[in-house]
């Protein structure tokens, strides 16, 4: 299933989310080459960033990316911990068994994302997973995601996000919300392998925000 299908903001209509993920077992599709690319940038945090570190995907999916990486990078197993936010109970289940399978410190968190009180007590974290979330919300939405997710951050986070190049682009406007938001840039990667797929870096360059439970901060549209 591919990236532009599914509702729009003045018409939602959900996507199965289960079958989503099939398009990873496929290594040719525009998903596989953006789960490559997340996963670089991920590997390229780890080898920047020593000792325990604790990461937080938000709408996490199966948990292809950190789960993938720590899959290759068994030497980093002991030392980084998290958790993954996901609302299906299938993907939450597939995550899970992949998480005992490596033996790592992540719990899953069935929940809605989509508000800042399913984050109680699992953050702050040195890493923020924001992929698969930006094309499928409205662009008031994103640009809500994009403050609060200071309020996620441990001092110097990094915050990991993907938004392809379907119309509207909202790219250029996403890399000045982070810059708005005290963050600096540090890669976005665009059209990966060709696709209209991109891979945004940011750094938190301000101090974080404390936690406020109970802010809603986005719905999903597709
Ligand atoms: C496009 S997929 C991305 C999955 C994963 N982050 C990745 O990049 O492989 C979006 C995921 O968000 C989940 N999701 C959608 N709305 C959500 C919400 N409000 N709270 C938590 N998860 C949600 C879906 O079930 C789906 O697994």
Redesign the pocket.
């Known amino acids: 299933m591919s ?1 532009d299908q599914g509702g729009t903001p003045d018409s939602p209509r959900l996507r199965d ?1 289960v079958a ?2 099939d398009a ?1 077992g496929d290594p040719t599709s525009s998903l596989s080459a953006r ?1 490559r690319q ?1 996963q670089t940038q991920i590997s390229a945090w780890l080898d920047r960033t020593p000792g325990p570190v604790r990461v937080l ?6 948990g ?2 950190i789960l993938g990486v720590l899959e290759q990078r068994v030497e980093d197993r002991t030392r980084v911990t998290g958790a993954l ?4 109970p299938t ?1 939450a289940a597939v995550a899970r068994d992949w998480i005992a399978r490596l033996g790592v410190g992540f719990t899953v968190v069935e ?4 508000t800042t009180s ?1 984050y109680v007590g699992l953050v702050p974290a040195d890493l923020v ?1 924001l ?3 930006m ?2 919300i409205s662009a008031a939405d994103i640009e809500r995601l994009v403050h609060t997710s200071r309020q996620f951050c441990a001092p110097n986070a990094t915050v990991l996000w ?1 938004r392809g190049a379907q119309d509207p682009d909202l790219g250029p406007d996403i890399r000045r919300w982070f810059a708005d938001a005290g963050f600096a840039e540090v890669a976005c990667d665009e059209w990966i392998e060709g696709t209209g797929m991109r891979v945004g870096v940011e750094r938190l360059a301000t101090r974080p925000e404390p936690l406020r439970p109970g802010e809603p901060i ?3 549209y597709r």
């Open positions: 990236d989310y989503w993920h990873y789960l997340v995907s938000s709408c996490a999916g199966q292809h990316d936010v996901e609302r299906d993907n929940a809605d994302a989509g399913a997973l992929s698969g979330i094309g499928n993907t986005f719905t999903f």
